[in-house]
């Protein structure tokens, strides 16, 4: 079946500029994460929705990040005002119920690159 | 704080070896551990899960083990080839911690000819 997909693969701000990152997950999955992963290192945890709940943001690291799942399906990473430090790989991940144990199955990334 | 920690960063190895990677964990208190695989520019591919409750689990030439009291867990992979060439990620779910993953920093892997 489908995997998690994420949109776009490739994405290149000027400083300053809002982005939006659009992760689709697989169908029935009721948990989705965002993940940051920066060059050479391990993903780190950004936020958490069990359906269109967002139940953990401890990871966001900024005001400016901001993520929304209105519908418990498709969910959007808004970046306001892009930094050089906001350069990273994007890794959504999506769950049958990660409050149960299942594991995490992730998306190919959105590469994202502030000028 | 709890941390994740894998050992060694970088591996080469030649074809058909048996290999151990390493993956150690601050905290006992765990929900389940998932070992992944990233390719070079991709995603992360959910290689093995094990539930805090198992000892171990296999996947083909895969195998990965669990010891909760000392806080590690190792992935060995038989007969070596060179597309098994990637980087390996542990990453932990501990309980009390919500329901994120911790990852470690990875073992990137080099099967030679």
């Known amino acids: 079946g489908a995997g998690v997909s994420q949109s776009p693969r490739y994405k290149v701000a000027k400083r300053g500029q809002d982005v939006a990152l659009r992760c689709d997950p697989i169908?029935?999955?009721?948990?989705l994460f965002w993940y940051q992963q920066a060059l050479g290192q391990g993903p780190e945890f950004l936020t958490y929705?069990?359906?269109?709940?967002?139940?953990?943001k401890s990871g966001l690291p900024s005001d400016r990040f901001f993520a929304e799942r209105p519908e418990g399906s498709v969910s959007t990473l808004k970046i306001q005002r892009t930094q050089q430090e906001d350069s990273a790989v994007y890794l959504c991940?999506?769950?049958?119920?990660?409050?149960?144990?299942?594991?995490?199955?992730f998306g190919p990334g959105t590469r994202l690159t502030v000028t | 704080k709890q941390e994740v920690t894998q050992i060694p960063a970088a591996l080469s190895v030649p074809e058909g070896e048996n290999l151990v990677l390493n993956c150690s964990f601050t905290?006992?208190?765990?929900?389940?551990l998932q070992w992944f695989r990233q390719d070079p520019g991709k995603g992360l591919t959910s290689l093995l899960l094990?539930?805090?409750?198992?000892r171990e689990q296999t996947s083909g030439r895969l195998n990965a083990s669990l010891d909760k009291s000392s806080g590690r867990s190792t992935l060995y992979i038989a007969a070596s080839q060179p597309g098994d060439s990637a980087t390996y990620l542990c990453?932990?779910?501990?309980?009390?911690?919500?329901?994120?993953?911790?990852f470690g920093t990875g073992t990137q892997l080099k099967v030679e000819l």
């Open positions: 094990i539930q805090s409750s198992q």
């Open positions: 929705f069990q359906n269109e709940a967002q139940l953990d």
């Open positions: 991940a999506s769950s049958l119920d990660a409050g149960t144990g299942h594991g995490q199955y």
């Open positions: 990453a932990v779910k501990f309980t009390g911690g919500g329901n994120k993953l911790t």
């Open positions: 169908s029935g999955h009721v948990s």
């Open positions: 905290d006992s208190a765990i929900y389940n």
